[in-house]
């Protein structure tokens, strides 16, 4: 059976949905209907409807003669199983990380999370004071979909799972993208992953709005769709009708709508507890990316453009 042959493992909020769909644009790239299947990192939470290794290879049977073969789940980064999972299962597999500014991505997933009912403490200070109780399993959401991803520093503090992919993969077969060149040239970024994924980088095709910040219009149905009991019931459907549907419930129940900004206090903190493991990252990148956490006065109340391309 075909298997994927490269993989975007994060990190959430940084642009991958825009890519996702970017690559499956692309005629000499296949990439399942279902993103996010979290079949790899057996120390994740699983995803309904489950997938045994037929089921999950499944998703790549219609790949056909595609050079690119991939599958995005961007919960990968921070399994501490994921990556020897993947490198085992695809030995010769690339991996593609986007990254973005931590304070911005862990509040806009806060807001995701917020829309998705993942997360029931709605004001995004509150939620990151609670880290330390759900640590120890307190004031978690009932059904909540990635428990890790409540620890929102944490998703935030990436260098060291960077280095967990350099070092299994080898920095050949790793494109990191920050977010902010996607943001000032998108089509660039595009070119230069399809040229890592080694197939014609000539091809042209906008990043669409997708992903963008979003509110439920209804909490009690937005609930129900992720609730234990729906999905169960749900995952009964064959797999494609089932995404089709659930997806379909979370388009109608969706409607645009802008994050508040972050209190300038509170950035600042974040900013000061960020800007370590920021300055670790620049030099295991070899670029400077401490503008990430150095004090700015402006005080962002809506995506530009160019961040609803890619989703914020």
Known sequence: MTRPNFFIVGAP???TTAMYEFLRSQPDVFMPYRKEPVFFGSDLKKRQPYLDES????????AGG???IGAATVWYLYSETATNEIRQFADDA?????????????????????????EDISDFGEAVAAEADRRGGRRLPPETEQPIALQYRWCGQYA??????LEVFGPERVLIIIYDDLETDAQRVGRRTLEFLGVDADYRAP??????????????LQRLAHSRGFLSIASRLPPRLFHFVWR????INMRSEGRPPIDPALRRQLAAEFAPDVEELSHLLGRD????????????????????????
């Open 207 to 220: 990043f669409d709005t997708v992903n963008q910040s979003k509110r439920a219009r209804s909490p009690r």
């Open 160 to 165: 060291a799972h960077v280095r967990r992919y």
């Open 66 to 68: 595609a050079r690119a």
């Open 94 to 118: 690339r991996i593609v990380i986007m990254l973005r500014n931590p304070i911005d991505m862990i509040h806009s997933l806060h807001k995701h999370w917020v829309f998705s009912a993942n």
């Open 55 to 62: 089921a999950y290879l499944g998703l790549f049977d219609q």
């Open 248 to 251: 379909g419930l979370q388009r």
């Open 13 to 15: 909020r940084c642009g």
């Open 289 to 312: 990316l401490t503008h990430w956490t150095a004090e700015v006065p402006v005080v962002v109340t809506g995506p530009s453009t160019a961040a609803r391309r890619a989703g914020r």
